[in-house]
């Protein structure tokens, strides 16, 4: 099993940076497809952004392409997400994902293995 443990949710005003990161436990991170979703109470889980284990291609929803950054460090085993310009509407719990295989690049059941959670809460 490959292990997921996010860090640098917080709370940040309207118009405010957070840098959210993953390390991955896996000795064959760069084979693995890397998403981030979000979650708020009472909703689905809904994609935000993935990274492919290929040539590196990003992905974004429409609700966060421009403000936010999915990057990766194969070397640091660390999948990231530059979150910038955010919005009381991305107030969520942020997981991420790892995915040996892709059917779509934004559906949950296209990842394998999820982190257990980082808040983030936007003020207006």
């Known amino acids: 099993q490959v292990q997921l443990v996010e860090s640098g949710g917080g709370l940040v005003q309207a118009g405010g940076s957070l840098r959210l990161s993953c390390v991955a436990s896996?000795?064959?991170?760069?084979?693995?497809?890397m998403g981030w979703f979000r979650q708020v109470p009472g909703k689905e889980r809904e994609f935000v952004a993935a990274v492919t284990r290929s040539v590196g291609s990003t992905y974004y929803a429409d609700s966060v392409k421009g403000r936010f950054t999915i990057s990766r460090d194969n070397v640091k085993n660390t999948v990231y997400v530059q979150m910038n310009s955010l919005k009381p509407e991305d107030t969520a719990v942020y997981y991420c994902?790892?995915?040996?295989?892709?059917?779509?690049?934004?559906?949950?059941?296209?990842?394998?293995?999820w982190g257990q959670g980082t808040q983030v809460t936007v003020s207006s």
């Open positions: 994902a790892a995915g040996a295989r892709y059917s779509s690049r934004s559906a949950p059941s296209s990842y394998d293995y």
């Open positions: 896996t000795r064959t991170f760069s084979s693995y497809n």
